[in-house]
């Protein structure tokens, strides 16, 4: 009975949930939201098929996939999730937030009749096979575990709409923008290291760490020089200690960092290169237009700023493995993109609004307890989370189908398992 009683407040939740949307939303479109949510979130699953299955609906299963497909290539939806969800996790976004910039992939190379499949290369394997470029924009704080999805697109470089990859990134970054009011420090890796890139950044105003190629050119002392010569010199003036587990096992490894001012060639802005020693064989280049200076707090703010991207690699991951992302199997673009950001809005209701409240902190806690798992509850506890959700809802269907085809009346069902509206 407390599984149930659980079960229900999380279905409640599912529906309050829906607040969040602003009134545009038409009631066919929340009520299909809901559906798609809570099926999600039951089958851990982006399969149409899946996701019929949970609803239970009194209708044959062909009729309801036809419904959620038919809903589920409304024009631009994706776009209007995406803004609903960094206007609501803005909230939380202050100044020194950081908010990293991850582009991705979905890869589909079985797949023959997805609409413009694309070559793109798999970021786990560095293999080139077809597929769909995603990117996605996760805010954490500095000394936080706890992450917030801000945004989550998908799209083709195949597709008529598609402008270039730099276009893609800065209107994540721009969605953003508009949702936090302007504020958070952003994060990129290695590939974020292009001028079409930087300049819009610098242009907006937009507080950023950057890594760099060691090819990169900056002015130095008046001069035009490769970072990684600018780095040789560059004095360590502090170290920290840092752990990181790699292939499962713990390594300890120690820091040196430093910094050096510089500009970019033709421009004006004061830049700072941040030089981190320690962890592989070339140093880490970070460029950044923070304020610097020989500070430890301010210094390390930023070494571990970056470093904070390993946090966001492994809930890249939590959400492709928890809801099967690159299990996605629609037959139009704009389905695609609707539905990867959905599954982004299902990671943001178990990540972020079951903490809404302390009551909603501790069903979080409790749902996470839920979870079965063979070998414990894993340190990063999305994973845990997402199986419990899926359990307790699994567990309410089957609770549904017992009582539907016993004598109970259809308001009494309603009334204990809160059904759809």
Known sequence: MKRIVLARK???????????????????????????????QASGDVKISSITRTLGEDITGKKTAERLSRHLQTPGLWERINEAIA??????IADDTLIIIDPSDIRKEYAKKMPYLEYVRDGSTGEIVKGYW???AIACGQRSRKFIPLHQR?????????????????????AV?????GRGTYILDRGGDRDKLIIPFLERKIRFIIRLKGDRHLLFRGRARRACEIAVGCRMVYADTIVKEEDGKERVHRLEYGYRPVKLPGREEQLYLVVVKGYGHEPILLLTNGPVRKNRNILWGIVSGYLTRWLIEEATRFIKQSYSLEDIRVMSYERVRNLVTLVMAAVYFAGVWLGESLKLAVLATRVARVAKRFFGVPVFRYYALADGISLLLTYLGRCMKNLKSATSPPEQVQLLLGGFP
Do not use: M
């Open 10 to 40: 999380l279905r409640e939740q599912i529906h309050e949930f829906l607040g969040i949307f602003p009134p545009h939303f038409s009631k066919p479109t929340l009520k299909f939201i809901e559906q798609i949510l809570y099926g999600i």
């Open 87 to 92: 206007s609501h996790g803005g909230r939380r």
């Open 134 to 136: 995603t990117c996605s």
């Open 154 to 174: 998908a799209w083709s470089a195949a597709a008529p709409d598609f402008g270039s990859e730099n276009i893609q990134i800065l209107h994540v970054v721009d």
């Open 177 to 181: 923008r508009r949702g936090t009011g």
